[in-house]
């Protein structure tokens, strides 16, 4: 069998995307080992069929966390064969693209992100062109390259003058059939409110949460779930204490996939309210929209072209204008009584996951890998 070794600089447990191309990859007969790291607040990771591979690092932020990231990644996959090396971000491109070379191994590099235009290098101009040179050094001699929406694709596309292939991260269609369901009692969800939820591993500053959880003083009989983890999360946390929003307000933390899937099954709305505050946000696709939509709830969004346009194109809920926390409010006031707009929305969540899904969505990788078999 083929060996393909995957790298990405998380801890594996929550990063639907590269699993699910590590199963397809699975699924063509190649032998995969998932490369990531350890943390010290890490969850459990759940058993897969395909090799997994989690190093402890000294540091876990700053620059010394990268130089180790990238010594240790460098130093496993050099006494590691492997006959396709995949990068996932540009935190773990340079590694494997000298591997690459010295070994011979095919290279194939996944772009979750406009890397260099993400919020945290906007203010330090120095991490952000040490970045922005070893993409310009290393992008116009890829082969192939794979990131998750057309207008990313079409910026990498004309800087680089490389062709760039869009896999988008939708969920499997089948997910939501393999779920046990679970019971709002049994994960701790009042009955009797309208259930908001906001999800994700980077709820991270300008992504919206900030106003989402101020937007509660004005709902009645409403409760916003917010699960996953994120830079803003402490923030968020005080705003609900100095607000008096506990009964509002529920911190469900960082949970495994199938867990996730059992609390937004739950809810009536799904939140992806990030701003327009740089390039990367602008013309971002976040996961939570595709899973909000096979877990059948219509989604509020901001008014962002690629988010926009999904939801437009398939009816499956509506956006925002501003993030005034007022104007949030009353457009989750006004959808969430207005029974007959959620119940069409609802439906047509249902139609959307016959046409999104990774089973349609990963035509594009079988094509590109084939070609290593």
Same mark, same amino acid.
């Not at 996959?77 to 996932?88: E, I, Q, Y």
């Not at 046990?180 to 049994?186: D, L, Y």
């Not at 971002?284 to 008014?303: C, E, Q, R, T």
């Given at each position: 069998?083929?060996?393909?070794?995957?790298?990405?600089?998380?801890?594996?447990?929550?990063?639907?995307?590269?699993?699910?191309?590590?199963?397809?990859?699975?699924?063509?007969?190649?032998?995969?080992?998932?490369?990531?790291?350890?943390?010290?607040?890490?969850?459990?990771?759940?058993?897969?069929?395909?090799?997994?591979?989690?190093?402890?690092?000294?540091?876990?932020?700053?620059?010394?966390?990268?130089?180790?990231?990238?010594?240790?990644?460098?130093?496993?996959?050099?006494?590691?064969?492997?006959?396709?090396?995949?990068?996932?971000? *540009?935190?773990?491109?340079?590694?494997?693209?000298? %591997?690459?070379? !010295?070994? =011979? @191994? +095919?290279? $194939?590099? /996944?772009?979750?992100?406009?890397?260099?235009?993400?919020?945290?290098?906007?203010?330090?101009?120095?991490?952000?062109?040490?970045?922005?040179?070893?993409?310009?050094?290393?992008?116009?001699?890829?082969?192939?390259?794979?990131?998750?929406?057309?207008?990313?694709?079409?910026?990498?596309?004309?800087?680089?003058?490389?062709?760039?292939?869009?896999?988008?991260?939708?969920?499997?269609?089948?997910?939501?059939?393999?779920?046990?369901?679970?019971?709002?009692?049994?994960?701790?969800?009042?009955?009797?409110?309208?259930?908001?939820?906001?999800?994700?591993?980077?709820?991270?500053?300008?992504?919206?949460?900030?106003?989402?959880? *101020?937007?509660?003083?004005?709902?009645?009989?409403? %409760?916003?779930? !917010?699960? =996953? @983890? +994120?830079? $803003?999360? /402490?923030?968020?946390?005080?705003?609900?204490?100095?607000?008096?929003?506990?009964?509002?307000?529920?911190?469900?933390?960082?949970?495994?996939?199938?867990?996730?899937?059992?609390?937004?099954?739950?809810?009536?709305?799904?939140?992806?309210?990030?701003?327009?505050?740089?390039?990367?946000?602008?013309?971002?696709?976040?996961?939570?929209?595709?899973?909000?939509?096979?877990?059948?709830?219509?989604?509020?969004?901001?008014?962002?072209?690629?988010?926009?346009?999904?939801?437009?194109?398939?009816?499956?809920?509506?956006?925002?204008?501003?993030?005034?926390?007022?104007?949030?409010?009353?457009?989750?006031?006004?959808?969430?009584?207005?029974?007959?707009?959620?119940?069409?929305?609802?439906?047509?969540?249902?139609?959307? @996951?016959?046409?999104?899904?990774?089973?349609?969505?990963?035509?594009?990788?079988?094509?590109?890998?084939?070609?290593?078999?």
């Amino acid at each position: 069998m083929k060996k393909v070794v995957v790298s990405v600089i998380n801890d594996l447990s929550t990063d639907q995307r590269v699993h699910k191309v590590c199963s397809t990859l699975e699924k063509l007969g190649f032998d995969v080992l998932l490369v990531g790291r350890r943390q010290r607040k890490s969850i459990e990771l759940a058993t897969r069929s395909y090799q997994t591979k989690r190093m402890f690092l000294l540091f876990e932020k700053g620059p010394f966390f990268y130089l180790e990231f990238q010594l240790r990644l460098f130093l496993y996959l050099l006494f590691h064969k492997a006959d396709v090396l995949v990068a996932n971000d *540009l935190d773990t491109l340079l590694p494997n693209f000298l %591997l690459s070379k !010295i070994k =011979g @191994s +095919g290279l $194939v590099y /996944d772009s979750h992100e406009l890397f260099c235009e993400v919020p945290e290098l906007q203010s330090n101009p120095f991490k952000k062109n040490s970045w922005k040179r070893l993409e310009r050094w290393i992008f116009p001699k890829l082969k192939y390259v794979f990131t998750v929406n057309d207008s990313i694709a079409k910026i990498y596309s004309e800087e680089y003058n490389v062709e760039v292939k869009v896999v988008r991260n939708i969920p499997l269609l089948s997910n939501q059939k393999n779920i046990e369901h679970v019971s709002k009692e049994q994960l701790g969800i009042p009955e009797g409110l309208k259930i908001i939820v906001i999800q994700g591993a980077g709820i991270n500053i300008d992504r919206g949460a900030e106003e989402a959880v *101020l937007a509660m003083q004005y709902l009645d009989n409403a %409760l916003l779930l !917010i699960i =996953g @983890s +994120g830079d $803003v999360m /402490d923030v968020l946390k005080e705003m609900v204490v100095d607000l008096k929003l506990d009964s509002k307000v529920k911190f469900i933390g960082k949970v495994p996939f199938q867990k996730l899937v059992q609390y937004t099954r739950h809810a009536d709305l799904g939140l992806t309210l990030d701003k327009d505050t740089n390039i990367n946000y602008r013309y971002s696709l976040p996961n939570k929209v595709f899973d909000y939509i096979h877990a059948g709830i219509p989604v509020l969004a901001s008014d962002l072209i690629e988010i926009k346009t999904i939801i437009g194109q398939y009816s499956v809920g509506s956006w925002i204008s501003s993030h005034d926390p007022k104007h949030i409010a009353e457009k989750m006031n006004a959808i969430l009584r207005d029974e007959n707009t959620l119940q069409m929305w609802k439906k047509n969540t249902k139609i959307a @996951s016959e046409k999104l899904n990774w089973e349609l969505e990963e035509k594009a990788l079988i094509e590109v890998y084939s070609k290593f078999l």
